[in-house]
């Protein structure tokens, strides 16, 4: 089995080893892998003791072994859930959850196999395409984000960035029949944004974010806001809620900036604020949403490389770290 791992920041590197499947496991041939902005913070260097670390948390192959009653059968086309259930753990009389994250708070799936737990393993519909189905977990993690708010139809969501994530977020918005309003400083990926269904947008660099979103929504703001954990965003968010509305603050925990908060204006306009980490149990739901037709990914992956250049790969997008959306590395 080959793995990329990143060993300390700023350094990948190829390594063969030899890991046994074991019971409860399925075995997979791996054959599209998913590199995210997510991975290139992993290799650019966060929290000292993630290291050393295989990144990727997105990955579609062929069952390679099962356990007999598993219900795979040799070469069905699968989907990987990154999102792992390791309660082990009661708090009271309750046992509480832990998940944990492939390729951030565990191994990830850049190798070409990888043996992952059976209730990982989704197989896929003929009609859901591997450029589509590499998107599940993005899916599956805005799910989680729309099932923590009691919305209603006809509300405002504020999504702060227009990146693959919250483009997912906007669609979903609108499956959901809540209307997303997109916010960033960067009007390409704003215009690119509508190719999406995703009409409001504002542009930061060039407007006041508050007076459009009061504008947009009539005066009364939006209803909830999300956005990924950036320092100089948390601010923003807190503004353009309503009073008595809802932050979202979704991302994953180990390579998220650490934010301070204006406590007074939290007080002062009684939000709630929410951390959403993962998306456990939601990957069911999201290929059926991408077999329906729901959400489209047409166009977000920037680049394909081969498993062998995937390594250096990380050198050359650490210059430009804007230089690519998804990158895709073919096994």
């Known amino acids: 089995m080959k793995i990329i791992q990143i060993k300390t920041p700023k350094m990948s590197r190829t390594v063969e080893i030899h890991e046994e499947r074991k ?52 070469g069905a086309r699968v989907a990987i859930d990154p999102f792992v259930d390791v309660s082990s753990f009661s708090v009271g009389k309750e046992r509480a959850k832990a998940i944990e994250v492939m390729g951030i708070t565990r191994n990830g799936l850049l190798a070409d196999f990888a043996n992952v737990p059976v209730e990982c393993v989704y197989a896929l519909p003929e009609g859901i395409k591997d450029e589509e189905a590499i998107f599940l977990d993005y899916i599956s993690f805005g799910s989680k984000v729309f099932e923590n708010y009691d919305f209603n139809k006809g509300d405002y969501v504020a999504i702060i960035g227009s990146g693959i994530f919250q483009l997912i977020l906007g669609q979903l918005a609108i499956y959901y029949q809540i209307v997303p309003i997109l916010i960033d400083q ?26 459009r979103v009061k504008e947009i929504t009539g005066g009364r703001m939006a209803e909830f806001s999300v956005f990924l954990p950036k320092e100089t965003l948390f601010n923003v968010a807190v503004d353009i809620t309503m009073q008595g509305g809802t932050v979202i603050i979704a991302g994953f925990d180990k390579v998220s900036d650490k934010l301070s908060a204006d406590v007074s204006s939290i007080l002062k306009k009684q939000l709630t604020i929410i951390g959403v980490n993962n998306g456990a149990n939601e990957t069911a739901s999201a290929i059926n949403l991408l077999a329906n037709k729901i959400i489209k990914t047409e166009g977000l992956i920037s680049k394909e490389v081969d498993f062998a250049s995937a390594s250096n790969l990380f050198k050359d997008w650490a210059r430009d770290p804007s230089k690519y959306r998804k990158v895709i590395v073919l096994v």
Not at 188 to 207: C, H, P, Q, R, V
Request: net charge negative; hydrophobic share 35%.
């Open 23 to 74: 019971e409860g496991e399925v075995k997979v041939k791996l054959s599209k892998i998913a590199l995210s902005r997510t991975d290139l913070n992993l290799y650019m260097g966060v929290e000292e003791d993630i290291y050393p670390i295989i990144p990727s948390h997105s990955a579609i192959g062929y069952v390679s072994e099962a356990d007999e009653g598993s219900g795979f059968k040799l």
């Open 186 to 211: 960067n009007a390409d990926k704003l215009d690119d944004a509508k190719n999406f269904g995703i009409y409001y947008t504002i542009d930061a660099s060039s407007e006041d974010v508050s007076e």
